[in-house]
């Protein structure tokens, strides 16, 4: 990356790629790039065509509701759309493998927080971008995941520009399980929401633009 290109990045981006310069440097593996890399992102790919996630007004910010069968499923459709905010992941080919693990969690709302903050990172680090997630293991007594993304380096000749996400946040941080099926009344959007269906799990996330 040019000094110039490197330099018009946002204060928090720049700071970001510095981080994760320092991780390589003192001997963390840098993202995995294993064969067979779109093989394995469509086998693990079993979503149905429609998103099950929305974007609500949130006054300077934006809150990405999301919602799934499973706790796994909630988390990784709030990653798809923070994703699909900054670019179309439908653009994206899955060209490259990188693997995030969480063990500094203390329950399930920071344990989302720092999944969504690890993939951001790497996009502000070093431009990855997201075609596919999936957790792997979720531990919800020690508060500890793993996930695999499969994506590639954004590209502005290939990619759509979207709005980057600056930082993700605690404010209004919820996951909801089934029958609990709406926020507070001082918590809920005005435009909530999308039809969902009462068996699943409801993530909000609002993230700075």
């Not at 993304?149 to 600056?166: F, L, P, S």
Request: with cysteine; glycine share 4%; hydrophobic share 40%.
């Amino acid at each position: 990356m040019s000094d110039a290109a490197h330099e018009a990045l946002p204060q928090r981006s720049r700071e970001r790629r510095a981080r994760h310069r320092n991780r390589v440097a003192e001997g963390e593996p840098a993202a995995s790039v294993p064969g067979a890399l779109e093989e394995e992102a469509v086998a693990m790919r079993t979503r149905g065509e429609a998103p099950q996630y929305e974007f609500l007004d949130h006054t300077a910010d934006v809150q990405i509701h999301s919602w799934g069968a499973t706790l796994e499923e909630v988390m990784e459709w709030q990653v798809l759309g923070m994703f699909n905010y900054m670019t179309e992941t439908a653009t994206v080919e899955p060209k490259k493998r990188v693997d995030v693990t969480v063990t500094d969690a203390h329950d399930l709302r920071s344990l989302l927080f720092k999944l969504m903050d690890e993939f951001l990172f790497h996009f502000s680090a070093e431009f990855f971008t997201v075609h596919e997630v999936r957790i792997t293991r979720l531990d919800t007594e020690k508060w500890e995941l793993e996930a695999s993304a499969w994506g590639e380096q954004w590209d502005r000749t290939k990619h759509t520009i979207g709005t980057e996400v600056k930082a993700i946040t605690f404010m209004l941080l919820r996951i909801l399980a089934p029958g609990e099926d709406k926020l507070d009344d001082d918590e809920a959007p005005e435009d909530n929401r999308a039809a969902v269906p009462d068996d699943c799990f409801n993530a909000y996330v609002v993230i700075d633009i």
